[in-house]
């Protein structure tokens, strides 16, 4: 890949130069997918790769859609979590002094860190890898029910993890997103994360009172479901 590199920088064409860095990433991909292929020296092509991408004297209208195709096909690459964790770490190490220009990428390589991490059952790095994700930037839209729905992980996270109070945190931090959400399910697991952390605390009598309803709003919604469905 070292040696690819300089030839790619030398194609003026942007939109071409796009296409053959991405062209490149597809041969690294596929040559991790083959049967004589060595892990370890595929990781350090795809580091080497992002490192380079990552660089101040890349353009930025290269380096976003090429950077854009690795988050969204390296959860293709079959190495072992190890190997990928060590990926998906470097990725986001070389990404981040840069995150201003590559949000969307770095937030989807911090989804898949995290799922590494919640299969190992690595609760609380999960946890600190999903709270990496700019939620609250100023330089994109964030929808507020994805918001919701993150920081709710987030305190689930935190919850296995056994740290009640950052689960607070973020519990508290979702409180502010329920009121323009209209998705039953998101609101329901909301209430169900509220009342677990309530209970983590000791609130047991908050806890009872949110569970009473929780019980209660979920038999409405499964007996309109059930009507909904004799109805059709």
């Known amino acids: 890949m070292e040696a690819v590199l300089p030839r790619l920088d030398a194609i ?8 053959q860095y991405v062209r490149a990433l597809d041969g690294l991909i596929l040559d991790a997918q083959s049967a004589g292929c060595d892990p370890a020296r595929s990781v350090e092509q795809f580091n ?65 860190l995290a799922s590494v991490y919640r299969e190992d059952g690595r609760w609380l790095s999960a946890a600190q890898t999903l709270c990496r994700i700019p939620l609250e930037s100023a330089m994109r839209d964030v929808d507020g029910a994805l918001k919701l729905r993150k920081y709710i992980e987030i305190a689930q996270l935190f919850l296995e993890a056994g740290d009640p109070a950052q689960a607070e945190t973020f519990i508290s931090r979702a409180a502010g997103f329920v009121r323009a959400c209209s998705q039953r399910e998101i609101l329901l697991e909301y209430e169900e994360c509220y009342a677990n952390v309530l209970f983590s605390k000791r609130k047991y009598m908050e806890a009872c009172t949110r569970f009473h309803s929780l019980s209660s709003a979920e038999s409405t919604h499964a007996h309109s479901t059930t009507s909904s469905r004799e109805k059709a």
Request: proline share 4%.
């Open 12 to 19: 003026s064409d942007q939109q071409e130069c796009v296409t």
């Open 48 to 112: 080497s790769c992002v490192r380079h991408l990552c660089s101040e004297n890349m353009a930025l209208v290269v380096s976003r859609p090429v950077l854009a195709h690795f988050a969204s096909n390296v959860a293709s690459v079959p190495l072992a979590a190890a190997l990928r964790e060590r990926v998906l770490v470097n990725a986001l190490a070389a990404i981040e002094p840069r995150l201003v220009s590559y949000e969307e990428c770095f937030s989807t390589l911090c989804e898949l």
